[in-house]
């Protein structure tokens, strides 16, 4: 219906995000099971490359940046970003709000975690 | 031989065929009617027309009847496994153990919450929207007619896949929302899990997808002059329950793809040992969870704005603020799950946020019931049917909200936490709520879609069954929750004496089976009577909005000529202003042609939902493999249109309103 407004990627941009979102992946999951990085730099590490891997797709396959009027597409963003803030730091404060009062102790859970998982 | 097929088939093997007689009885039945339903449609030589009409269709106008229909069916699967409920509780008192084997109580109550949520009212309200949002707008059709076909053949095979469980293998036993640690491998061993794992999985995908579409056909294809703040009422609410499947759903997918990997690939996100956190589980899925029941009530509220404007016939009291209601409403949805875990050990300042933020929810949904109210006032009120259940919806609603601000209170929660108060309570809003409003909408817009009406007498008569049966059925829930019964209870000692309260609910549900039968008699009777009750002309309600401008039943392309509108409800006022259409220049119309790929890929997807249920790794593979294929085959087809030329869009026409004449 509305071919005259479609913009298609080109097969470039379609192959750069794929191979590039394939070799993020694999620099996370390499990272981890390689205990390259361990603790507090991992967890930076993987939200970094969780952060690149989602510039890389909207930019790669869903060509954010080349639209006619963006207005909708920044108010999607500005939503969203409010939403995961709503929902990332409403589960952080709540898991440890309830860690903090349900487990021994903060520091005791920390060293079991680090013994079983390497975190 | 027998080895080889063991491992070909995973965990799948001639045990997994029921035993138990309830469950042989149910599977007998779901084969049997199928053969049945098979053999007819081969007697009477339909196959070759429910293929073109139906299957491969990607008219919205198709789909959505289907997935009512797909709905409708499931509503009676819930009710039966309501039936049970009640009957197993109201019997099983003291020395009886009552009907059900216990096992098998706790896959109904799980199947009976799955299935009315994810297949029944999600079913019927994406139904409703794909029947009226394009119409409402001025649209001929939505963003992706493909992917619209998708959504709704995925919402199929989940519902396939959730009914499969009956013939083999199991269900679920762990509740409507499968918690862990109960739900994990250790706990749940057998396969009902799993069932319950992608059957909401693959009809979650169809669901994000087609909230991504109705988005996208909100936003972008409104007919001229219709700005955002005159889209009708019903519009405005399908764009912000849209929004929040966009902003949910996707919640819904990653914490059911953790707990899959927990269960099939032994990883620890939610276990007990390795690391792992139960309480995220929880925390997540109601991060998905609460916005879902807003998701669903939404459109009911759109649906009563509409009905209660045309059958008042007066504007709508206070537009701006129904709107501004309807965002806020959405907005405050997303910052309150934890409402439903306020027993779970947060701290008094976590709990008196959250109990706080759900008690303002009920301002702006009194606003909303306050301007319906208004509108009333002073108009010409017809009690027509759909009128019947927006009455009905204000006095459940006003009580389950009621009881709802209650459970919002930390300290009553406590009490009431997991009780049949709280059951008493989400069903009030659910049946009340949600279930009220799509029956008013099939109602109202029935003449629409098929061009006669659904007959009066026997719908007033369904309404009271409903609302009697409701009320017997839920207020004894609530005396018992304050007693102190818990819900999923599947015995108690008698000296409680609550037996007569379980057993006045079990009739109350046997009265609601009444109103369900006469609603299907309604729908018998309505097609077989449908001479008398013809409505060609396309209004015969003296509607508001532009889906009344059309002839009914509507042709495929919706609108011989896009309207231009100048105002909001502008259908009346193109009847006030008295302008007639002049000799109007048709053109040459584009349409989606039919095609079967949707149901192909949604018949991969159901066959890699049932690979990974039974671990039979191949048939993962090969149908994870169809999927991708079929998905890149079609983007490669070019010829997927088809022109309905002038000549013809003039015939059907001048045939329809010579018909309305």
């Not at chain 2, 299957?55 to 049970?84: E, F």
């Not at chain 2, 009315?116 to 059709?141: E, K, S, Y």
């Not at chain 2, 059957?199 to 997808?209: E, K, R």
Request: charged share 10%; proline share 4%; hydrophobic share 55%.
């Amino acid at each position: 219906m509305s071919q005259s407004t479609h913009q298609s990627g080109s097969l470039v941009s379609y192959t750069v995000g794929f191979v590039l979102s394939v070799a993020i992946t694999l620099a996370a999951y390499v990272a981890t099971v390689n205990k390259i990085f361990t603790g507090w730099s991992l967890v930076i590490l993987l939200v970094f490359l969780a952060v690149t891997q989602l510039l890389v797709q909207l930019i790669c396959f869903l060509h954010i940046g080349r639209e006619a009027k963006p207005r909708w597409n920044l108010m999607a963003f500005l939503f969203m970003a409010l939403m995961f803030g709503v929902i990332a730091i409403g589960s952080l404060w709540i898991m440890h709000n309830m860690n903090y009062r349900m487990v021994p102790k903060g520091v005791e859970v920390n060293n079991y975690l680090s013994n079983q998982d390497g975190l | 031989m027998l080895d080889f097929f063991a491992g070909f088939l995973g965990k799948l093997t001639l045990d997994a065929f029921p035993h138990n007689p309830i469950t042989a009885g149910a599977a007998v039945s779901i084969v049997a009617g199928t053969l049945v339903g098979a053999a007819l449609m081969t007697r009477y030589k339909k196959w070759s027309w429910l293929w073109r009409e139906w299957l491969t269709t990607q008219d919205p106008k198709k789909i959505g009847v289907m997935y009512i229909v797909v709905a409708m069916l499931m509503l009676l699967r819930g009710l039966s496994d309501a039936l049970m409920m009640r009957a197993q509780q109201a019997t099983s008192a003291g020395s009886s153990q009552g009907v059900l084997p216990t096992d098998m109580f706790q896959q109904v109550f799980s199947a009976h919450g799955t299935i009315m949520i994810f297949f029944v009212a999600m079913g019927l309200l994406f139904g409703l929207i794909n029947l009226i949002v394009p119409l409402q707008i001025g649209a001929r059709d939505v963003a992706f007619p493909f992917v619209n076909a998708v959504s709704f053949w995925l919402f199929t095979a989940g519902m396939v896949l959730i009914n499969l469980s009956l013939v083999v293998g199991e269900f679920s036993a762990a509740g409507w929302l499968a918690y862990p640690p109960l739900s994990e491998l250790k706990y749940s061993p057998g396969v009902g899990v799993d069932y319950w794992i992608w059957s909401l999985q693959i009809a979650g995908v169809g669901s994000l997808l087609s909230g991504v579409n109705f988005l996208a056909t909100i936003i972008k294809m409104r007919c001229p002059g219709m700005t955002m703040m005159r889209m009708p009422l019903f519009v405005w609410s399908a764009l912000i329950t849209m929004v929040m499947i966009c902003f949910a759903f996707p919640i819904l997918t990653a914490t059911l793809t953790m707990l899959a990997l927990d269960r099939s690939l032994g990883m620890h996100f939610f276990t007990a040992d390795g690391g792992g956190n139960a309480m995220m589980y929880v925390n997540l899925i109601w991060a998905w969870g609460h916005p879902e029941v807003y998701i669903l009530v939404l459109p009911a509220f759109g649906v009563f704005s509409e009905v209660v404007a045309t059958f008042s016939r007066k504007r709508l009291f206070g537009y701006t603020s129904m709107v501004w209601a309807l965002a806020s409403i959405a907005f405050l949805s997303f910052i309150v799950w934890l409402h439903h875990f306020f027993t779970m050990g947060a701290g008094a300042d976590v709990n008196a946020f959250f109990g706080i933020t759900t008690m303002v929810i009920a301002i702006p949904t009194g606003v909303k019931v306050f301007n319906w109210l208004f509108t009333m006032f002073r108009g010409r009120v017809r009690f027509t049917t759909p009128m019947l259940w927006f009455m009905g919806f204000i006095v459940t609603f006003t009580i389950g909200g009621a009881t709802g601000v209650l459970l919002a209170i930390p300290p009553a929660d406590f009490q009431l936490h997991n009780s049949l108060f709280l059951v008493a309570h989400f069903h009030n809003m659910i049946i009340g709520g949600v279930v009220f409003g799509f029956f008013a909408a099939i109602t109202y817009w029935f003449p629409k879609i098929f061009g006669f009406r659904l007959n009066e007498r026997l719908g007033r008569s369904a309404f009271w069954y409903w609302l009697i049966g409701f009320l017997l059925a839920f207020v004894p829930l609530y005396i018992l929750g304050l007693m102190g019964a818990t819900r999923r209870m599947n015995h108690y000692d008698s000296s409680l004496g609550w037996q007569w309260l379980f057993i006045v609910a079990a009739v109350g549900v046997l009265v609601i089976s009444l109103g369900v039968v006469f609603q299907l008699i309604q729908i018998a009777y309505s097609i077989w009577q449908r001479k008398g009750s013809m409505a060609r002309g396309g209004d015969p309600w003296d509607g508001r909005t532009l889906e009344w401008s059309t002839v009914s039943p509507v042709p495929a392309y919706n609108f011989a000529i896009i309207p231009t509108v100048t105002s909001r409800d502008a259908f009346w006022e193109q009847k006030q202003s008295g302008k007639k259409l002049t000799a109007p220049r048709y053109e040459d119309i584009l349409m989606p042609k039919n095609t079967p790929m949707a149901m192909y890929i949604a018949a991969a997807a159901l066959a890699f939902g049932f690979g990974f249920i039974w671990h039979i790794w191949w048939l993962v593979a090969l149908s994870g493999f169809g999927v991708v294929a079929l998905v890149i085959i079609r983007s490669n087809q070019t010829d997927t249109e088809y022109v309905i030329t002038a000549a013809e869009v003039a015939e059907i026409e001048a045939s329809g309103r010579k018909a309305a004449a």
